[in-house]
Structures are given as C-alpha cells and as structure tokens.
C-alpha cells in the first residue's frame, strides 16, 4: 500500500518520541507538492532540513507558528522564503482566550506603571 499527502500537520507533544520526528528523509517523502504546517512544538521538525527542503524545492511550502528557537531570531533563513509563512507562535486558541490575554494585557500594564519591567509577563527580549 502506498499512502501519498500533499499536507502534513504537526499538532503534537514534544516528547522524548517525538522531538526531531520529522527530518530530511520524512521530507522528501512529503514530496514536491507537499506542504508542512507545524503548529506542534518547533523541535518536532529538523528545522535546518526544513530550511534546505524549502530552499530547494523540494517541498512546495511550509505554515510554521513554532520554531525551534523562539522568538525566531531575526537572521534566520525562514523569514526570506518565499515558500513559508511564518506566524509569531499563537495557533493555539481556546473559548477564554480573549480573557486571558487581557489580564495579562492589564498585569502589564500594572507593571509598567509601576516601573516594573522585571514584572512583565510574556516578555519577548
């Protein structure tokens, strides 16, 4: 039996089974209309592969919300592919997340007004 997907969707854990899952020989099985969406945890994909299937081709694409070092740092290689869009890691949605996000919003907001910088929550450096 052969199974073929043009779509492969990285929604795990990272655990000991599932951290480099996904590698250059996954890759090339996904082939040149495959696209990768990883929306797991970055270290579940070989990120340096990933980089030389999307330069080469030999993916069409790739939907990355997560990376293997985040925030992805400013000289990576994945901002200047035209064949992956990159997202600031907020695939992850839940029915009180507009709550959430505003007590944090309002807890820094606190800070600040404070003078409290080390009392920032969800600080990107």
Same mark, same amino acid.
């Given at each position: ?7 492969l969707?990285?929604a795990?854990? #990272? ?9 250059g020989?996954? #890759?090339?099985l ?19 592969a ?21 925030p992805?740092?400013e ?5 200047g #592919? ?11 949605s ?17 800070? #600040? ?10 600080r990107?450096?």
């Open positions: 039996m052969c199974l073929a997907a043009d779509y969707v990285l795990c854990p #990272l655990t000991d089974e599932t951290e480099g899952l996904i590698g020989d996954e #890759l090339r996904l082939g040149g209309d495959g696209v990768l969406v990883n929306v797991a945890r970055g270290e579940v994909c070989d990120q340096k990933l980089v030389g299937a999307l330069r080469s081709h030999l993916i069409r694409g790739a939907a990355l919300d997560v990376f293997e070092t985040e992805l740092p000289d990576s290689r994945l901002w #592919l035209s064949n992956a869009i990159v997202t600031p890691h907020m695939a992850g839940t029915p009180h997340k507009p709550e959430r996000w505003a007590a944090v919003l309002a807890a820094n907001y606190r800070a #600040l007004a404070d003078g409290d910088r080390d009392g920032l929550r969800n990107v450096l």
